[in-house]
């Protein structure tokens, strides 16, 4: 194989269109990405950027060339003998050692099968059947998430054309239509990052051309970094993300931007297709990974080039180095990229984190209806009774573990209703004197004319309706205390309330943390009031040691927006055996029964449907101690009016 490399990334195009640009760049970087004979073909002619050539050249200006490979400068051919070797020093992987200059060198390169391996038939060749039981795979997935989106019946057009979206399976980034980043775990490997899982068909060809593309790319990598790995052990390599990038025609160029600022990540992108000029190529800059803003480079040797690899090939990139995918304006041919992320050490993942944490197409509401069950019914809930604490809190701790979530009652321990209803009489006074502030500048407090966010208060639904309070907990260091105008009375009435939380949950983290240091990272209430919408499947985080407490003020109705949740799936484990079939419920709670979930547990709201709102008290708990030293703040205050 022949190494393409520009700076430090195998090529993979995982950061959505916007990427990461320089801040004063970004409102200018627009292509004339509708002007099909500029986006045809790559600059190959040299360039001397300055701090604004970026921007100035993205505007398409001219006819510019497609790069054959045999005219780009960053290629390297693959040794038969060492294509799944080692990484000795000896001459028969010379290869390795030149990709990997490339890499550091120019940010960008690209791996070509010799003569001799394209006529041999080994286990580590990734042939055209290969890319082609791969490619089928993908599109196969494509059109299975497609069909839920659409099912889904919420205005969401599953082409794009209509407006981008953004689920965890599938993300469309192109707005019109057409360009698709759609993660799949690497190797079938355990994931909690998507909902709809992987048939076995795909999660076999997914597997076995992942296997095939490591043993090319693996010793690249481990030669790249081979000097830092000497002085610190965790620099090893593994792959962060995976999945395919999909550009249908009548997709639109993108604008040049980088997958991020950090050193230590590079892109992997392998084409399961023979690209032509008119499908889209990813077009690079080279050595632009090694100036700080990318945007500034006086070398004469940077290039912008668009190589037109075929099928099985692999190009590898600097996450720092500016590139962009151009627009499909074949007629009928689907350019489908299969990319990696490689990682090292504890290099920032950037926007890799970011997928977990969106929602799921996964089918909820009109299309598979909801499993509503008081506490009693539901089996991940526990009865709290008195002299029995080592059994329960041990029982709701193995709950957590097992299933990700769990219902905890028993009037003994749970606060009462004159509790619960002078805490919803502050919680519901606060809201209303917050709404008069925002309602003081000018905006809608319901939130029905767009959400707004402030420190002390957040609308979470288009529609209007859903709120976030934030609440000190335990007069913890807080943005919101100037605001705090009630008698010493409420104070103490919340102070009672939080103490009440806080003695039943404690021993259930206890057990579920053994015994390790715990805190309060955030707490307050969430409303939710008449009309407000359905918030659709979805996860907290993507990380273990977080867990959220809610505990409703008011007993729950069938209509008032129930949250269904998904036992298990926040276990990581392979995507084709995500259960998603187990039995996912609505809890119907009473006021003052608690759910306890993890952050990464799958979750929906119901739309509220009935004629009045809901209080829900939550505190998010966090394993480890309290190491923030200053409050959190999310940006605009209302302390001033």
């Not at 360039?47 to 510019?64: A, F, L, M």
């Not at 997958?259 to 399961?272: A, K, M, R, S, T």
């Not at 949950?505 to 209430?525: A, K, N």
Request: net charge negative; aromatic share 6%; hydrophobic share 35%.
């Amino acid at each position: 194989m022949k190494l393409l490399c520009v700076g430090t990334s195998i090529l993979l195009t995982f950061a959505d269109a916007e990427g990461f640009v320089p801040h004063n760049a970004i409102r200018r970087q627009r292509f004339a990405s509708r002007h099909q004979d500029s986006a045809l073909l790559a600059v190959s002619s040299r360039v001397h950027p300055t701090s604004t050539s970026i921007i100035d050249k993205q505007k398409g200006e001219g006819r510019i060339n497609a790069v054959h490979l045999d005219d780009f400068p960053y290629t390297t051919t693959v040794t038969t003998t060492t294509t799944a070797a080692a990484t000795s020093t000896t001459q028969s992987n010379s290869w390795i050692q030149e990709a990997a200059k490339h890499l550091k060198e120019s940010g960008v390169c690209v791996l070509l099968p010799s003569e001799e391996e394209e006529d041999l038939q080994s286990s580590s060749k990734i042939t055209s059947t290969d890319c082609q039981t791969t490619q089928d795979a993908a599109l196969s997935r494509l059109f299975r998430l497609k069909e839920s989106i659409r099912k889904e019946r919420r205005g969401v057009d599953p082409d794009g054309r209509e407006g981008t979206f953004r689920y965890m399976e599938v993300v469309s980034r192109d707005e019109s239509g057409g360009r698709f980043a759609m993660p799949v775990p690497w190797k079938n490997s355990p994931t909690i990052t998507a909902g709809i899982p992987l048939s076995d068909e795909e999660a076999d060809a997914v597997e076995q051309f992942h296997s095939k593309l490591q043993k090319h790319v693996g010793p690249v990598i481990e030669r790249l970094w081979n000097e830092e790995k000497k002085h610190n052990k965790n620099n090893d390599a593994h792959v962060a993300a995976s999945g395919f990038l999909i550009n249908q025609p009548g997709s639109t160029n993108q604008i040049w931007h980088r997958d991020g600022p950090n050193e230590g990540l590079i892109n992997v992108f392998c084409p399961l297709v023979d690209l032509t000029p008119d499908m889209g190529p990813t077009q690079v800059w080279s050595k632009t990974h090694l100036d700080d803003n990318g945007a500034d480079t006086s070398d004469p040797e940077s290039l912008q080039l668009a190589p037109l690899m075929k099928r099985g090939q692999i190009l590898l990139m600097d996450y720092r180095t500016y590139h962009r995918g151009l627009g499909n304006f074949s007629r009928d041919r689907v350019r489908t990229i299969a990319y990696a992320v490689y990682h090292k050490g504890s290099s920032s993942l950037g926007d890799m984190l970011g997928y977990g944490l969106l929602p799921t197409a996964y089918q909820s509401i009109e299309a598979k209806g909801i499993n509503i069950q008081e506490a009693h019914e539901l089996f991940f809930s526990v009865t709290m009774t008195s002299g029995a604490m080592e059994d329960w809190a041990h029982q709701a701790a193995n709950h957590l573990q097992q299933h990700g979530v769990c219902v905890l009652r028993g009037d003994e321990y749970l606060p009462d209703a004159a509790q619960l209803e002078g805490v919803n009489t502050i919680a519901m006074a606060r809201l209303v004197d917050l709404q008069k502030r925002i309602e003081n500048r000018g905006m809608d407090p319901t939130g029905k004319e767009g959400p707004f966010q402030f420190n002390e208060l957040s609308s979470r639904d288009e529609g209007g309706g859903r709120f976030d309070m934030p609440i000190a907990w335990s007069c913890a260091d807080t943005t919101d205390g100037p605001l705090w105008s009630h008698t010493v009375d409420d104070t103490r009435e919340m102070a009672n309330f939080q103490s009440r939380l806080q003695d039943v949950m404690g021993p259930v983290f206890q057990r579920l943390w053994d015994s390790l240091p715990y805190h309060v990272s955030s707490s307050g209430f969430l409303v939710n009031g008449e009309g407000s919408s359905h918030h659709q499947w979805h996860r907290d985080g993507s990380q273990d040691g977080s867990v959220v407490l809610l505990c409703p003020l008011v007993d729950l109705t069938e209509d008032g927006g129930l949250m269904e949740v998904w036992p298990k799936s926040h276990i990581p484990q392979p995507q084709s055996s995500i259960p998603e079939n187990s039995e996912k419920a609505a809890p119907l709670l009473k006021g003052g029964e608690m759910l306890l979930l993890d952050f990464r547990t799958l979750r929906q709201s119901m739309n509220n449907e009935s004629k009045s709102s809901w209080t829900m008290a939550y505190a998010v708990i966090k394993k480890g101690p309290n190491c923030r030293t200053t409050p959190q703040s999310n940006g605009s205050t209302l302390e001033y009016d």
